[in-house]
């Protein structure tokens, strides 16, 4: 607990810093930690990130992350994030034609879907900062106070396991804790920083903010268990790796520009 905290506490005074200045700074924050997020679930199923399809994934992430639009004379119309995006797709999936068939289409859609995965979780963290600080802090807060309040309810009055085939610790009445939690959490915050809609439909939001990242929190779970790891990385000791810790907004960052909050 006390390597938690220490490291908790030296990750936020870093990283708060970086929010609040925003712009550039935090791009390429969210871009390193994209790059790490796609080493870990590399490393995860054994693969080497030095490997061709490594190096393109990580390619494509980046250019998910960073808000890149370059406008080249040359051709007749600009070239946009998802077009260099989707060229490094393409990359990647011409590799099965010179493998004489070791790699196959199925090792391809692995690192295609984690540059989505991870790439379109992060692009979202970035917007949602371009929105506003009280965005992405709104996010932070709802995903934290889910965190704590399902650790503690689930501590005191956790009978009921919620997903034991894949995180036996969590309970049904934990998740319950993390909702009401995270709705007390959001309460408070809105009257202070309001957002969009009125506190009645952010309430609502905020349940399924909450209810979204418990499970991008239950997918990290999934796969771990899958490919037999206690967890995604160790760059934060005490807490395991950049995925670890950005599960549940990876999820709910998709979600909040889905229904229009930035």
Known sequence: MKQRIITAVVALVFFIPIIIIGEMPLHVLAACMAGVGVYELFNMRGLEI??????????????????????????????????????????????PVFSKNS????????????????????????????????????????????????????????????????????TIEGSIGGIICAVIVAAIYLIFWPLPYNIFVMLLLTILFSIVGQMGDLVQSAYKRHYGVKDSGRILPGHGGILDRFDSLLFVFPLMHLVGLF
């Open 103 to 170: 790699y196959t289409f199925d090792d391809a859609a692995f690192p295609v879907l984690v540059s989505l995965y991870v790439g379109i979780g992060f692009q979202n963290f970035v917007s949602a900062r371009e929105a506003g600080i009280q965005v992405l802090m709104f996010a932070l807060f709802v995903v934290w106070a889910t965190d704590i309040g399902a650790y503690f309810c689930g501590m005191k009055f956790g009978k009921n396991k919620l997903a034991p085939h894949i995180s036996p610790n969590k």
């Open 50 to 95: 030095k490997s061709l399809e490594g190096i393109l994934a990580i390619v494509a992430t980046v250019l998910l992350v960073l808000p890149i639009s370059p406008t080249i004379d040359f051709l007749p119309t600009n070239i946009d994030d998802i077009t260099l995006y989707y060229t490094v797709i393409m990359l990647i999936l011409i590799v």
